[in-house]
């Protein structure tokens, strides 16, 4: 056993969802929330609407795109542009981490969809962009929350492409520079990148996507939480915070205060710098230290977010799966008794890595605090190991 660290990150935060909170928060910040009161009270929908607007405004989602806020999350909003928007056309899916892996099931054995193209790649990468087919409809995840790759930009996407472009962003938006006018329907959370509160959801949608909406019927039924039009058109009031189901105004309190707090420091600039610069560091402890790499070797493909980390030391990676996943957890164990670091083991679904979330609400300092517990936390395991052997 050695000595651990003496200093620790003064906040230990590093799950990949719920995230820390943004910088300086404190409970009593939500005091004024609109409590025991109905969502569709004046002062709810009032909250509900400004919630609404500041999500435009930081994220610079342009007019004309409707922004609402929905049930279940991400997963809910996801959910809710594939069962209201796919069926009219065929559909290209993208698969690279465990997420898009679900959308395909949901795509191929819920909705079974037979004109289907999955393009896929291990974690670590990216299909080939190029053969993705625009005049299909194509589902994608712009940030792999579960591989710590994201695309590199819109470029890709064709300005002229007939099918709509569905994208799980939940862990790229407030952190990276979205191409707004190549996406359709756009989906993300509060609990990721701001660091709000889990199981509410934000879907926005594109002119296309609203016309798609008016002029398709999908063949199946949609339940109600599902429904976004009514008599044939839009329900508009969906996207003036009249919320579908009844969601909690405590956290939409905590959301329009972390929305508040990024409008505060620059807005989604200044957002995209921290979540960047704290890719840096990682970058450079990265690269002195001998026992872990990125999962993304391709820089240009890199989260900024969700960054994962592969064990690379001979002794571990000789390890069965199995094994491998055992060791990182006894490190991400270690570091939770001591209070120095919680949730950074890897997504279960994924190969086994360590996972830290490095989104603008996590501090610099806490991140160099981090690291030599880190080293200490694989030494303490590597020890355990070969003394097992």
Not at 159 to 181: H, N, Y
Request: with cysteine.
């Amino acid at each position: 056993m050695t000595n651990p660290p003496a200093a620790r990150p003064r906040v230990p935060y590093f799950s990949s969802g719920p995230c820390a909170k943004r910088p300086g928060w404190k409970l009593e910040n939500l005091k004024d929330a609109v409590l025991a009161r109905s969502h569709r009270s004046k002062p709810g929908k009032a909250r509900l609407k400004r919630a609404i607007e500041l999500t435009r405004e930081v994220l610079g989602v342009p007019a004309g795109y409707r922004i609402g806020i929905v049930p279940a999350s991400d997963t809910g909003a996801v959910e809710m542009a594939l069962w209201s928007l796919l069926g009219a056309r065929g559909v290209d899916v993208l698969a690279w981490e465990s997420f898009g892996e679900g959308w395909v099931t949901d795509i191929v054995k819920q909705l079974k969809l037979k004109d289907v193209r999955t393009l896929k790649a291990p974690y670590g990468a990216l299909p080939k962009l190029a053969e993705v087919d625009f005049s299909r409809d194509v589902v994608f995840t712009w940030n792999g929350t579960t591989s710590g790759v994201r695309v590199p930009d819109g470029d890709w996407i064709k300005a002229d492409r007939a099918g709509l472009t569905i994208c799980d962003a939940t862990s790229a938006a407030f952190a990276q520079a979205l191409a707004w006018s190549k996406l359709d329907a756009v989906t993300f959370s509060w609990q990721k990148a701001l660091g709000g509160e889990a199981a509410h959801g934000m879907l926005v949608l594109s002119p296309r996507a609203v016309e798609r909406l008016e002029s398709y019927t999908p063949s199946w039924p949609l339940p109600k939480i599902f429904r976004l039009t009514k008599g044939g058109k839009l329900n508009e009031a969906i996207f003036e915070g009249e919320t579908i189901n009844t969601p909690s105004l405590l956290c939409v309190e905590d959301y329009l205060d972390a929305l508040a707090w990024a409008k505060s420091i620059g807005g989604l600039p200044a957002l995209m710098k921290r979540a960047d610069d704290n890719l840096a560091i990682i970058g450079s402890w990265v690269g002195r230290t001998g026992w872990v790499e990125f999962l993304a070797r391709d820089k240009a493909i890199r989260s900024n977010t969700s960054v994962c980390l592969a064990i690379i030391d001979p002794a571990v990676k000789a390890l069965t799966p199995e094994a491998q996943a055992a060791f990182i957890g006894a490190m991400a164990a270690a570091l939770e008794k001591e209070n120095a670091a919680y949730d950074v083991a890897g997504h279960r679904d994924a190969p086994p890595h360590l996972r830290i979330w490095a989104g603008a609400t996590v501090e610099a300092a806490d991140l160099e605090a981090l690291f030599p517990w880190l080293d200490w936390a694989f030494g303490e395991a590597k020890a355990a190991l070969q003394k097992a052997a």
